[in-house]
């Protein structure tokens, strides 16, 4: 279970403000990237829906101009495509996961196992947090690869959208599973899923037809 | 007697200009000039030659003098964009259906509908168009066809002809008679659009017209959000859009219950504030990059005119022809098929005057 899970927005914006992810711009571009999403139809092949989605998050995080404003930067460093920022010494990834991606009480699963460059970065989460727990570290190297690891972790099926900002900090069967801390952007439910609306119905306002007939 | 009056009207209908009139009859611009003056009058053999390159019967330049609208009276959507041969084009197509509008009400006597279209000028376009559906009693509910309640409503919709069909729509009053012409090559749901567009024109405008809109831009934008907010009421889209509009699939679901194209849904919805500028921008690259802002997907039946099917029914019952209204008119046929193109089966008047005779046939059953 994570040590730190904020679900209310008297927790969550303080938060996402100070880190530079404000509330509002995460989930304007949820819901872009859930348009974009929304495109993909059972035609598709099977894995098409989690990457548009990854694609389309990744796209407008970085193209955001709030997000710029605030000092992210495209980043693909080590592999890991998503967003850094430099000041504030963090860099962002999206995270396709299981229905549990808002869930409060469970903690979200990803859809894929992990290569090895996101479980270093993970490793890099837990050894800066037993570090800063026990003394004082070493400059690392590589300054980037020494960012605080942060994952954009969303999950779209027809009856909802849900997403939260977590930071990972371990791994089941490759599988990404475990967060020291996790903000949540929205619940399940909170917002609607992917599916079609329902047929409106056709319900017109009455008009009179007019008569027309000769003066004779 | 000649009247140089309808030999303006009959050239300027064909979109030419002196110059290229001139060419085609053979003469010097300057003559052309004088006979449009006045100033000469043209012989027989070259009335002749008039009415051959501007396809009028001769007997169209001789007559009193024609009703026309004038282009400071008119309002046109999208006037800037029009070039003035093209407007003038269109005013004088406004002429050919006076003409015929006058044959209908004062010659065949049919009755007429009163107007019934308050002044709305100087009312926010949102307001007025709430106050318009108030009056005319709609409720918040959808239209089912703006042209009948157009023609409901006493006024006269016409249609644009093919070498206007840069035109959208305009309107224009007549004293006290409102008339709206609208392009028929366009998709039913833009159709519609105009029409409402055009009836912004007529309650909120009428004593502005075109010139109004060349002094003040904004007057088109007021419109367009009279239209919007005439076809897609605040309520019913509130009531209707409930859910965050992810796709442009989506939209085509509600573009059904308002009858209007699904870049006219995301401008209303965007508007009263359901999608957000961002989502706004995205769903109209993806309509356009699907082809959706030029052809309408699951486009609706055009609509048709309810007084103008009565009115042919009753003519074809009664043995009128176009030959017939043509002659009585001077409209050319072709002029009057284009007035009502799209808006009434005229087919059922069909015929140059002659009668076919009728016909023994002979029945037998096939077993």
Redesign the interface.
């Known amino acids: 279970m994570a040590s730190t899970v904020l679900i209310e927005d008297f927790e969550v914006i303080p938060r996402l403000t100070e880190i530079g992810l404000p509330k509002d711009v995460c989930l304007d571009i949820l819901e872009q990237a859930a348009g974009e999403r929304a495109r993909v139809n059972a035609n598709d092949p099977s894995a098409t829906g989690g990457n548009e989605m990854r694609r389309w998050l990744t796209r407008y995080l970085r193209e955001n101009e709030e997000l710029r404003n605030l000092g992210w930067v495209s980043c693909a460093h080590n592999q890991l495509e998503g967003i850094r920022n430099d000041g504030r010494g963090i860099k962002l990834v999206v995270l396709n996961t299981d229905a549990r991606a808002g869930m409060p009480s469970k903690e979200p699963i990803s859809v894929s196992d992990k290569g090895p460059a996101a479980v270093k970065a993970i490793k890099g989460n837990e050894d800066r947090r037993q570090e800063s727990l026990f003394g004082e570290r070493e400059p690392a190297p590589d300054p980037i690869a020494d960012y605080d690891f942060l994952y954009f972790c969303v999950h779209a099926s027809d009856r909802s959208l849900s997403a939260e900002v977590s930071r990972p900090s371990g791994l089941e069967s490759g599988f990404v599973a475990h967060y020291s801390e996790r903000i949540i952007l929205c619940q399940p439910g909170e917002k609607p899923g992917l599916r079609r609306p329902d047929p409106v119905p056709e319900d017109f306002a009455e008009i009179d037809k007019p008569t027309i007939t000769r003066k004779v | 007697m000649f009247n140089p009056m309808r030999l303006t009207i009959a050239r300027e209908r064909r979109a030419m200009s002196k110059k290229g009139f001139a060419d085609e009859v053979n003469l010097a611009t300057n003559t052309i000039l004088r006979y449009e003056s006045g100033e000469l009058v043209p012989p027989p053999e070259t009335i002749e030659r008039f009415a051959s390159a501007l396809q009028f019967p001769v007997s169209f330049f001789f007559g009193s003098d024609l009703d026309r609208p004038r282009r400071d009276n008119a309002s046109f959507r999208g006037l800037a964009s029009k070039s003035a041969k093209v407007m003038d084009a269109a005013l004088a197509s406004g002429t050919m259906a006076y003409l015929f509008d006058d044959w209908v009400w004062d010659v ?4 007429r ?1 009163e107007p019934d279209l308050p002044d709305l000028g100087g009312i926010a376009p949102e307001v007025a168009a709430q106050i318009l559906r108030e009056q005319w009693r ?2 918040d ?5 703006m042209v ?2 157009l ?2 409503k006493g006024i006269r919709v016409f249609s644009l002809a093919e070498n206007t069909k840069d035109v959208d729509a305009f309107s224009v009053w007549r004293d006290d008679t409102p008339y709206i012409f609208l392009n028929r090559f366009k998709s039913a749901e833009r159709s519609r659009f105009d029409a409402a567009h055009e009836l912004a024109h007529l309650c909120l405008d009428k004593h502005g017209g075109a010139a109004a809109i060349l002094r003040n831009s904004p007057v088109e934008a007021i419109a367009n959000a009279f239209a919007g907010a005439f076809l897609m009421p605040e309520a019913d889209v509130r009531s ?2 409930t ?8 939209l085509v ?2 573009k ?2 308002w009858r209007v194209s699904a870049a006219a849904v995301v401008y209303r919805a965007h508007e009263l504030g359901l999608i ?1 500028d ?2 706004s921008n ?2 109209y690259v ?1 309509l356009s990059r699907r082809g959706w802002l030029k052809k309408e997907p699951q486009g609706i039946a055009r609509e048709q005119s ?2 103008w099917q ?2 042919m029914d ?1 003519l074809r019952e009664r043995g009128i022809t176009k030959a017939d209204i043509s002659r009585e008119t001077g409209v050319p046929i072709p002029e009057i098929e284009a007035l009502l193109f799209g808006l009434a089966n005229m087919l059922t008047i069909e015929g140059e005057g002659a009668r076919t005779p009728p016909r023994n046939v002979s029945l037998r059953l096939v077993s």
């Open positions: 065949q006597k049919y009755g509908i709609l409720g509910k959808p239209i089912e066809n009948h309640l023609e409901a209707v859009i859910s965050t509009i992810y796709s442009v699939d989506d679901i509600y059904r219950r957000k961002s989502r995205s769903l993806e309810s007084i009565q009115i009753d």
